[in-house]
Nanobody, 119 residues
Framework: VQLQASGGGLVQPEGSLRLSCTAS????????MGWYRQVPGKERDLVAA???????NFADSVKGRFTISRDNAMNTGYLQMDSLKPGDTAVYYC??????????????WGQGTQVTVSS
């Protein structure tokens, strides 16, 4: 099982970026999907998460600016980031809890993708 993240980059303040994360391999189904971010010297923090049923939760700092969604048929999750601020600069990681037949639900991490918000 692999998680492949994409969509990071450099954007000006108030700009937008969309991150994608696709799970592939021997997957039963993808339960919770989430995005975390980390800056040097700090812990990895939850940004947003979405359940298989579509329930979402967000960090207070991104509420109203970020949207999380998913395409269950494609095993893909998305993080739409609008009105980006320099404080959003971080390495973003996707996380998925994946059910694998015979093994149960296992958390996986994708590779980080850098998001830099700067003029």
């Amino acid at each position: 099982v692999q998680l492949q993240a994409s969509g990071g980059g450099l954007v000006q303040p108030e700009g937008s970026l969309r991150l994608s994360c696709t799970a592939s391999g021997n997957i039963g189904f993808v339960a919770r999907m989430g995005w975390y971010r980390q800056v040097p010297g700090k812990e990895r923090d939850l940004v947003a998460a979405i359940t298989a049923g579509g329930e979402t939760n967000f960090a207070d700092s991104v509420k109203g600016r970020f949207t999380i969604s998913r395409d269950n048929a494609m095993n893909t999750g998305y993080l739409q980031m609008d009105s980006l601020k320099p404080g959003d600069t971080a390495v973003y990681y996707c996380n998925a809890h994946i059910f694998i037949t015979g093994r149960g639900t296992i958390p996986y991490w994708g590779q980080g993708t850098q998001v830099t918000v700067s003029s």
